[in-house]
């Protein structure tokens, strides 16, 4: 397209609408929902930090915990990656806003006379990362090539020191963050904090809302990188996503037993993948649609539920 051609509505209008969204949350902040409108107290107060999961136009996870009467505090932005989460001092900044807006909140302060008593503070903290740091081009570091010795697979190794070593890292880095501030604003250290773990996606080559103008496809290109094809070898690569997903599933468990305020939330079981009604659940590779970001924040609720309640 020559820069001189005015841009196509489809180029434009999703950015326009989550640009008014964002507007929107800071026009009417979430805590000033319909159901506070009717003077029905939230559930509780949720801190997220995260990706698009947690932020994506339309559906996603915060939104629809928000429907449910959670008073949700975000952070998250899509595109975040787990490592700038952890590191980057312009997000854990945000973060921390975020813990100090809610103590103040509270009327008690955070300093001065009885400030070691300790305060109102979230109900939990959410994660949600994990798939900027090895989506797009990055995916095909964790694919062997399919005329590589043993064919196409996983790359056992370097999905090890990935997942189970770089991002793990920086999730215990982020928790101990979470804690600190915590400790700082709320007199504690032990707030229950829920990191959910991804579905496996299909690698279709589907971009976001399907055009090939906007962000993605994800994860075929790196497939087609190492040798495979999407539509002669599609299970093959799908096979070859779940055991990377499940991977990371993997260590995401292990964190959550080693680690007492993690908990870890399982979201496969309400994600289908197959050729047949994959669609019904996906809006393109890496994230589900409006019906199964539901089920996702479902899921969550009840966890947080039988864990603070």
């Known amino acids: 397209m020559s820069q001189s051609d005015a841009l196509p509505p489809e180029a434009i209008e999703p950015y ?19 159901k506070a ?3 029905e107290e939230p559930k509780g107060t949720l801190i997220a930090e995260g990706d ?15 429907e449910m009467n959670w008073d949700v505090r ?20 945000g973060l921390r806003r975020e813990c ?74 982020l928790t101990g963050s979470i804690q600190e501030f915590s400790q700082r604003y709320f007199r504690r250290d032990d707030i229950p904090i829920f990191i959910h773990g991804y579905g496996n996606a299909r690698p279709t080559g589907r971009a976001f809302k399907g ?40 260590v995401l468990a292990q964190l959550a037993r080693s680690v007492p305020v993690l908990h870890y939330v399982d979201v496969r079981p309400v994600l289908a993948n197959s050729a047949d ?7 393109d590779e890496m994230h589900p649609s409006a019906a199964a970001f539901s089920r996702i924040a479902e899921l969550l609720d009840s966890s947080i539920d039988s864990v603070v309640r």
């Open 16 to 34: 326009l609408a989550h640009g008014r969204r964002l507007a929107q949350d800071l026009l009417h902040p979430p805590e000033l929902n319909v």
């Open 37 to 39: 409108a009717l003077h």
């Open 52 to 66: 698009s999961w947690f932020d994506y136009p339309g559906a996603d996870v915060v939104r629809c915990l928000r």
């Open 74 to 93: 975000s952070v998250a932005r899509f595109g975040h990656d787990v490592e700038a989460m952890a590191f980057e001092a312009w997000q854990l900044e």
């Open 100 to 173: 100090e807006r809610l103590a103040r909140s509270s009327g008690l302060g955070i300093d001065g006379p009885g400030d070691s008593d300790v305060r109102p503070g979230p109900t939990a903290f959410l994660i949600s990362g994990g798939g900027n740091d090895i989506a797009g081009p990055e995916f095909a570091m964790l694919l062997e090539h399919a005329r590589s010795p043993g064919g196409a697979r996983a790359a056992t190794e370097v999905m090890d020191h990935v997942l189970g070593v770089r991002i793990r890292n920086a999730l215990l880095s």
């Open 211 to 250: 055009i090939g103008l906007l962000p993605g496809p994800w994860l075929a290109p790196a497939f087609e990188r190492k040798g495979l094809d999407r539509d002669g070898d599609i299970e093959a690569m799908t096979l070859i996503v779940s055991q990377v997903i499940g991977h990371y599933n993997a």
């Open 277 to 283: 009604d994959y669609r019904s659940d996906w809006q």
